[in-house]
């Protein structure tokens, strides 16, 4: 990292913008940097709108820099400096340089960053100043001054990050952004709510505070600033944040009408289309055909998804409790009469399943899709998406935030629905083309950002940046509609850099390849003679849940079908082998110690890997397509082990330790669970509805040409 040097040049003295001013400032400011282009549009990542005037006089301030003192170091005794991401890459670098030229107001100095920028790759550079762990939490706002140079050119627009070391022993950094628009060639007060860099919650120990300049991020690909007077405030108006809460008064409504909270339990359980009558199932009662076995598996969890639903509403209830050893006395147990749209997108395609199973007939299969269209039509929307959870009573949002994966299963079930039903094709076609997942999509990074908070106006901090993950079906579902380009597929880590000593294993072969005709940076991990891209967390939900609808052993076998096998392959042999449990199959679930959800994987198969803990069922339920003869034993082990099976089918989780079963039914997992062996009873039934499809389709096209392992 290069350090400032001190340099003296004339005081040129421009008309103060205020920081506050209006989006249509925003979107118009660009116009007067020196490379004349507009600023990075408003759906940009952590880009928000303007948010309200200020107090004039801040409650509490503190100058972080004002490089006054012509040292190096800024007000807190820290370093200061600029970096570049490729030091190799000539054609990239930073200058970070006090000068007086480059003060705001009358005394003193200012910072003068130059920056330039190799236009011919995805280069960045900027500058970073060290804060020592700065306990930020009794402020609301950063704040600096800055104009661009109309001589050396400028950016209409740059990254601010604020960074914290997750622990003292890695070099693993939780990150919060925000990009600031609109810079002109006059002087603008910059003034970010913290709460607006939704990446970091908790503003204790802060480390960094960094500039980010990047190729497809910026407008002007080399040229200056003047920055001055960096500083924390403040106002004691925090303003939205990520945590906010969503009231729903119409549900309090019905409640109060049917006697307060506690009498409308009452009523929430008549609205269910079924309870079940008994908890624990006779393990005598399992037939001994392995096919006969998988279709009894497959019955009672098809009852359970459509029997804890609501009734008027067709939507599934996300969690369901029950007693001790699985009670079904309804005074033991609790209904989360709320629904995530992943569910509801996975019931769609259950239902499809279903009638394919000659579970239910089709014209009952059409009912039950249309209740659901129904309150689709009713439930509100942002932009043509829904948000990530809604009561069930009311259909009123209880969430804030857009999500891209989830509004993405939620396509995917339209799809699958509306291939197996022509019927309802035209009102799954209304849905699907009023949204638009550019909305998601990150072109700095090319990557599909987590989602949006809307009341926020405000971009998630983290993209999904690993290919080998749950969302690479939504990636899949936006190329096909044609929102994204397909270089987005590609831009998708397969591995990460060696120097990320975070990760689980240090990747292999990590080399440059060209397919069809996009540079991708391969890779692999290695254990026990094993080749594999990494997940993240090494859960089994995130290597096979994709599969519930592509099959990836026919359209991309080279890369993720043999991944997908070898993902199983390793759950089950770490398990039994190397932990020495007697069954296996661990990823997110609930905790059965606890009335709890917690994240469990195998560490070796994710990059950040997750904690080995509770074996789930549905699990095995994605790996029958994969190792059919092993998940099928296991099944039968866990009936055959604990008390872990009722009249709805396997309960969410046990723990292969102590014996403890979690009592729940977890919507997304049991339809996960229905789903898988739905496609090995039905001959890939969901997966042939969605490949069905022309969306589908055009995406498939892109996902079949490569081999992990070369």
């Not at 509403?313 to 029950?322: I, S």
């Not at 089950?572 to 994240?599: F, H, Q």
């Amino acid at each position: 990292m290069q350090n400032m040097t001190i340099v003296s040049k004339s005081s040129i003295r421009f008309t103060l913008v205020s920081a506050y001013a209006s989006i249509f400032f925003l979107l118009v400011a660009g116009l007067f940097s020196a490379c004349g282009r507009m600023p990075w549009p408003p759906s940009s990542p952590a880009t928000t709108a303007a948010p309200s005037a200020l107090p004039p006089v801040p409650l509490k301030y503190l100058l972080l820099h004002d490089f006054d003192q012509h040292k190096i170091s800024n007000n807190l005794g820290r370093a200061c400096g600029s970096w570049n991401a490729e030091p190799e890459d000539t054609r990239s670098y930073a200058s970070a340089q006090i000068d007086v030229a480059s003060r705001h107001g009358d005394t003193g100095a200012g910072l003068r960053l130059e920056y330039h920028l190799n236009p011919e790759r995805a280069s960045q550079n900027g500058f970073w100043m060290k804060l020592g762990k700065l306990d930020m939490s009794d402020y609301d706002h950063l704040e600096f001054w800055v104009r661009g140079d109309s001589a050396a050119g400028f950016a209409s627009l740059f990254k601010i990050e604020l960074k914290r070391r997750k622990s003292d022993t890695s070099s693993e950094m939780d990150k919060a952004s925000f990009v600031v628009q609109g810079i002109t060639k006059e002087w603008r007060k910059i003034s970010i709510p913290l709460n607006m860099m939704t990446g970091i919650t908790d503003w204790k120990g802060i480390d960094e505070f960094v500039i980010v300049f990047h190729t497809r991020h910026a407008d002007c690909q080399a040229g200056a600033y003047s920055i001055d007077e960096i500083a924390l405030v403040k106002t004691g108006d925090r303003g939205p944040g990520i945590y906010d809460h969503v009231a729903i008064p119409k549900k309090k409504a019905w409640e109060a009408a049917q006697g307060g909270e506690t009498s409308a339990i009452q009523a929430i359980r008549r609205r269910l289309v079924a309870w079940p009558s008994f908890g624990l199932s006779d393990r005598r009662s399992f037939p001994n055909d392995d096919r006969e076995f998988v279709l009894r598996i497959a019955r009672d969890t098809w009852k359970g998804i459509s029997s804890l639903a609501d009734r008027e509403h067709g939507l599934p209830y996300d969690t369901v409790r029950f007693g001790t050893r699985g009670s079904v006395r309804f005074d033991e147990c609790r209904l989360g009469d709320y629904t995530n749209i992943t569910n509801i997108g996975l019931y769609l395609m259950s239902l499809a399943a279903a009638r394919d199973l000659k579970f239910i007939a089709d014209t009952e299969a059409v009912g039950l899709a249309r209740t659901t269209l129904d309150s689709l039509d009713k439930m509100e929307t942002w932009k043509g998406f829904y948000y990530n959870y809604y009561d069930c009573t009311s259909l009123e949002r209880s969430s804030n935030f857009v999500s891209f994966v989830d509004s993405a299963w939620l396509t995917a079930g339209l799809i699958v629905l509306r291939n197996a039903f022509p019927v309802l094709k035209s009102r799954c076609d209304l849905i699907i083309n009023r949204q638009n997942y550019e909305l998601f999509y990150d072109p700095v990074e090319q990557h599909m950002n987590h989602g949006w908070y809307v009341h926020m106006n405000a971009r998630a901090e983290y993209n999904y940046g690993a290919l080998y993950t749950e969302p690479r079906a939504g990636s899949v579902i936006a190329i096909g509609l044609g929102a994204v380009p397909e270089e987005h597929w590609f831009a998708l880590l397969r591995t990460f850099p060696a120097s990320n000593d975070w990760q689980a294993l240090v990747p292999q072969n990590r080399v440059v390849k060209n397919i069809r005709g996009h540079e991708v940076i391969g890779g692999y991990y290695s254990w026990g003679g094993l080749q594999y891209v990494p997940s993240w967390g090494g859960s089994l939900f995130e290597a096979l849940m994709p599969t519930m609808i592509i099959d990836e052993m026919k359209f991309a076998p080279k890369s993720l079908g043999r991944n997908d096998l070898i993902h199983a392959t390793i759950h089950r042999k770490y398990a039994l082998e190397e932990l020495k449990y007697p069954i296996w199959g661990m990823s997110p679930s609930s905790v059965p110690t606890e009335d709890n959800y917690s994240e469990y994987g195998v560490r070796i198969l994710g990059t950040k890997g997750y904690k080995p803990g509770a074996v789930t069922p549905h699990v095995s339920g994605l790996a029958v397509n994969f190792t059919p003869r092993e998940a099928i034993a296991n099944f039968r082990e866990m009936i055959k082990r604990y008390d872990c099976y009722g009249e709805f089918g396997f309960y969410d989780a046990i723990d292969p330790v102590t014996g403890q079963v979690s009592y729940k039914y977890l919507a997304l997992d049991q339809e996960m669970l229905f789903l898988g062996l739905a496609n090995y009873l039905g001959d890939h039934c969901v997966q042939r509805y969605f490949e069905a499809d022309p969306v589908a389709q055009k995406g498939l096209a892109v996902i079949g040409n490569e081999d992990f392992l070369k």
